[in-house]
């Protein structure tokens, strides 16, 4: 695994207590002073498989997986990785003596800054071969193994694929693969395109800087919002996992942490309500994310290289999401089970060899092209991601596919939050009994909203409703037990919720063929809401 000339390490003998025997092993003395120690492994450590990234030290076990570098791992990992640690020397020859480190020498090595100078950075970790630009302007597919020119570790092992296959062919994949799926217009199809090529172009120039969102948007469930979704991912990575959906701080918190673990991903799945998230927006428009590190001392700083995914049914899409996520429009007129697909995509297809390798080949094809093109610029920008609009937007459209960038026009789609206002309207007319108008208040709105399950990112369940109840009437033991939801809010729900209905004030709306408008009116300690049925 020590691939420098013998005849050089011999000549770094002497300074770094590095002693080399002919063609053998190097051998490292660990000596009282363990600087010395640290010295002498530095410019061995930086052939060998261990890398600094994101803060941390890693390496890649005998499957392939990265791992944390420990001290307990270390002290026989050097060992496993060819080189000779020792005390002492046998008096009757110059051989070394072979002993293994003890855990403290193994902790304060893996500190030291002269030994930290010998790891090489880690920026990014593929399971396929990705295209990448050589600074003479040549493309190649990254070799297994570690690139020194991108700082990328391929895992070797991975598939491979033919890097000849004709555009035309390409186009036609690609063409079978999404003619199934109600995508509502040409630019929906290129942002679909385009979210296919992210993960693989992402080591070409612009590829890795501020990158937009992608966002699957459905008006019923099953339009398959959530397998055009994965096809993004399993191609490159083959594996599709999803993240649990949290709430305010706890999604800040898990989003910080993919972000440390320098995940290539974050697939947030059928998500209601909105995207409403300050470390979401950061994550898009900060190219890194500084939080408290683990146990909560000190802070750290990572690359924000996740790749963001999202889907949802009737989801709220505001012009500030327009602004950081390209979309995917999906527009099912019938109904989703009776749809026939030629092929039906499910994940064990889309874990397959022949599958992933002959979508592979299609996306190489496309970037094939557009290199001997000249690798032109796309036509249309995005604010914030200007260099990435270039580099894709330039890709796709140089196969023939209109501008992924264009703004999306959702012309069924519903203002913001109307879809799920419609349904607590509907709850309105059926227990209040409303023939022409009545005054409600928000913990009317809100018991009637849990009752429905809607705004639960606001108000939460009926559960919560009850617990609510019994803090506010302070009720008994005896009585817990009989506690209702009144619509009951803290301070933040009724701040979050409140914020929501007012959005409405002044809207009209047609639920079960009555035309209902929603008002407000103000009183002297709080505010009413009045819905109105108009005809």
């Known amino acids: 695994m020590i691939t420098e000339a013998v005849g050089q390490m011999q000549r770094m003998a002497a300074t770094l207590g590095v002693v080399v025997d002919g063609d053998a092993a190097p051998v490292v003395q660990i000596k009282p002073y363990l600087c010395e120690t640290a010295n002498a492994l530095a410019p061995i450590i930086s052939r060998l498989n261990l890398y600094q990234m994101s803060g941390d030290l890693v390496f890649f076990d005998h499957m392939g997986e990265r791992q944390l570098m420990t001290p307990s791992i270390f002290r026989n990992w050097i060992n ?40 090489r950075p880690l920026k990014g970790v593929n399971h396929v071969r990705c295209p990448v630009i050589r600074e003479t302007g040549k493309l190649e597919a ?88 994965k096809v993004c991912l399993y191609i490159v990575l083959g594996r599709a996992a999803v993240a649990k959906l949290k709430k305010d701080d706890d999604l800040d918190k898990e989003i910080e942490a993919f972000c ?33 590190a683990m146990g909560g001392h000190g802070t750290f700083t ?40 030629d092929t039906p995509l499910n994940d064990s297809l889309m874990r397959s060899e022949t599958w992933r390798v002959e979508m592979l080949e299609a996306l190489w094809a496309i970037v094939a092209h557009w290199h001997e093109a000249g690798m032109p610029k796309g036509s249309r920008s995005l604010a914030s991601f200007e260099e990435y609009a270039m580099l894709l937007g330039g890709i796709v459209e140089a196969a023939g596919y209109v501008s992924p960038f264009q703004k999306a026009e959702l012309a069924d789609a519903k203002a913001p939050g109307a879809a799920e206002f419609d349904e607590l309207l509907a709850l309105v007319l059926g227990e209040l ?103």
């Open 433 to 535: 009994g409303l023939e022409t108008s009545r005054d409600v208040t928000v913990e009317d709105l809100a018991r009637l909203a849990r009752s429905g399950q809607l705004y639960q990112r606001e108000v939460g369940t009926q559960d919560d409703g009850k617990r609510q109840t019994i803090k506010d009437d302070a009720l008994g033991k005896d009585e817990r037990g009989m506690a209702r939801d009144y619509g009951y809010m803290n301070p933040s729900q009724r701040n979050k919720f409140g914020t929501k209905m007012t959005k409405q004030v002044g809207t009209e709306h047609t639920v079960g063929g009555r035309k209902v408008e929603f008002g407000k009116r103000e009183q002297a300690r709080k505010a009413t809401y009045t819905v109105r049925v108009l005809g």
């Open 80 to 119: 496993h990785e060819g080189v000779i640690t020792c005390r002492k020397y046998d008096k009757n020859s110059p051989s070394p003596i072979p002993e293994t480190m003890h855990k403290d020498e193994a902790l304060t090595l893996l500190v030291d800054p002269m030994f930290l100078r010998g790891v």
């Open 142 to 229: 990254l070799p297994w193994g570690y690139d020194e020119q991108t700082q990328i570790y391929t895992v070797p092992g991975g598939l491979e694929y033919a890097l000849d296959l004709d555009l035309a062919v390409a186009k036609g994949r690609i063409a079978r693969l999404l003619g199934s799926f109600p995508i509502t217009d040409e630019r929906s199809f290129a942002v679909q395109v385009a979210a296919m090529m992210a993960l693989f172009v992402r080591h070409l120039p612009g590829g890795m800087g501020l990158r937009p969102g992608f966002l699957w948007y459905a008006n019923k469930p099953g339009s398959g919002k959530s397998v055009l979704a």
């Open 302 to 341: 990572a690359q924000n290289t996740a790749l963001l995914l999202a889907t949802g049914n009737q989801i709220e899409i505001t012009e500030d999401a327009l602004r950081r996520f390209l979309l995917v429009d999906l527009f099912e007129k019938g109904d989703p089970e009776a749809r026939v697909f």
């Open 260 to 292: 440390r673990a320098s995940v290539p991903y974050i697939f947030l799945d059928n998500i209601r309500g909105g995207l409403n998230s300050t470390t979401i927006e950061q994550m898009l428009t900060s190219q890194e994310s500084t939080g408290r």
